[in-house]
């Protein structure tokens, strides 16, 4: 069984936590983005209790990363974004990247710098050789801004872009063409949709979001 990861488990913890205790009103409410003071100083005891709790410098450095995130406040309370995220199993700084991209309207390609970063697999084939330059020539051919991650981005829209317009054929063939990995981009496309449904799922992005992706 996969163990859930703590900054996860953290945000959870308080969520629960803070549904046993009575919500803040007016300003307090705003400062705690909706949960309170109380019920985020329990956390550590709440994981301290568990049949096989973690050590506490490992809860240490969850809650350190969470506040540093601004899913957390510096008071340990939990905010609107670490509700969102609580909701969202993936790792948080993957999670806040994909909220922060929903709500500003540019969630098309942080999907697939997130799906790639989730997989481990990038859009290039290690065999490519195009002179010396290999995998690096064929990255180069994608850049249009300084962001390694933009190149991902535009490398698996061009090859959607091929398939789209030639069917899987064109695909493969643009792929070998410009160095990158069929297999790959596929594993991507599948990651990209599982992100989607968890957005949605998390009332992140709307149930009608890009239905040509999923």
Same mark, same amino acid.
């Given at each position: 069984?996969?163990?859930?990861?703590?900054?996860?488990?953290?945000?959870? *913890?308080?969520?629960?936590?803070?549904?046993?205790?009575?919500?803040?009103?007016?300003? *307090?409410?705003?400062?705690?983005?909706? #949960?309170?003071? +109380?019920? *985020?100083?329990?956390?550590?005891?709440?994981?301290?209790?568990?049949?096989?709790?973690?050590?506490?410098?490992?809860?240490?450095?969850?809650? +350190?990363?969470?506040?540093?995130?601004?899913?957390?406040?510096?008071?340990?309370?939990?905010?609107?974004?670490?509700?969102?995220?609580? #909701?969202?199993?993936?790792?948080?700084?993957?999670?806040?990247?994909?909220?922060?991209?929903? +709500?500003?309207?540019?969630?098309?390609?942080?999907?697939?710098v997130a799906a790639s970063l989730s997989? #481990?697999?990038?859009?290039?084939?290690?065999?490519?050789?195009?002179?010396?330059?290999?995998?690096?020539?064929?990255?180069?051919?994608?850049?249009?801004?300084?962001?390694?991650?933009?190149?991902?981005?535009?490398?698996?829209?061009?090859?959607?872009?091929?398939?789209?317009?030639?069917?899987?054929?064109?695909?493969? =063939?643009?792929?070998? *063409?410009?160095?990158?990995?069929?297999?790959?981009?596929?594993?991507?496309?599948?990651?990209?949709?599982?992100?989607?449904?968890?957005?949605?799922?998390?009332?992140?992005?709307?149930? =009608?979001?890009?239905? =040509?992706?999923?």
């Amino acid at each position: 069984m996969l163990r859930l990861p703590l900054e996860e488990l953290v945000l959870r *913890a308080l969520v629960t936590a803070s549904s046993w205790s009575p919500a803040p009103t007016g300003r *307090a409410s705003a400062l705690a983005g909706g #949960g309170s003071a +109380a019920a *985020a100083a329990d956390v550590r005891e709440l994981l301290a209790e568990a049949l096989d709790p973690p050590p506490s410098k490992n809860v240490e450095r969850a809650v +350190a990363l969470l506040t540093q995130i601004r899913a957390m406040t510096r008071r340990g309370e939990l905010t609107e974004l670490g509700r969102r995220l609580a #909701g969202l199993p993936v790792d948080v700084r993957l999670g806040k990247m994909l909220v922060h991209a929903a +709500a500003l309207g540019c969630i098309d390609p942080v999907l697939t710098v997130a799906a790639s970063l989730s997989t #481990g697999k990038g859009p290039f084939a290690a065999s490519f050789d195009a002179g010396a330059g290999g995998v690096a020539a064929a990255a180069r051919r994608w850049k249009r801004a300084d962001s390694d991650l933009m190149v991902i981005a535009e490398a698996h829209e061009a090859w959607r872009a091929a398939a789209a317009k030639g069917g899987r054929r064109a695909a493969r =063939d643009f792929a070998a *063409a410009n160095g990158l990995s069929p297999t790959n981009l596929a594993e991507i496309e599948d990651a990209r949709a599982q992100i989607v449904r968890l957005l949605v799922g998390a009332g992140v992005l709307p149930a =009608d979001a890009l239905p =040509d992706r999923r």
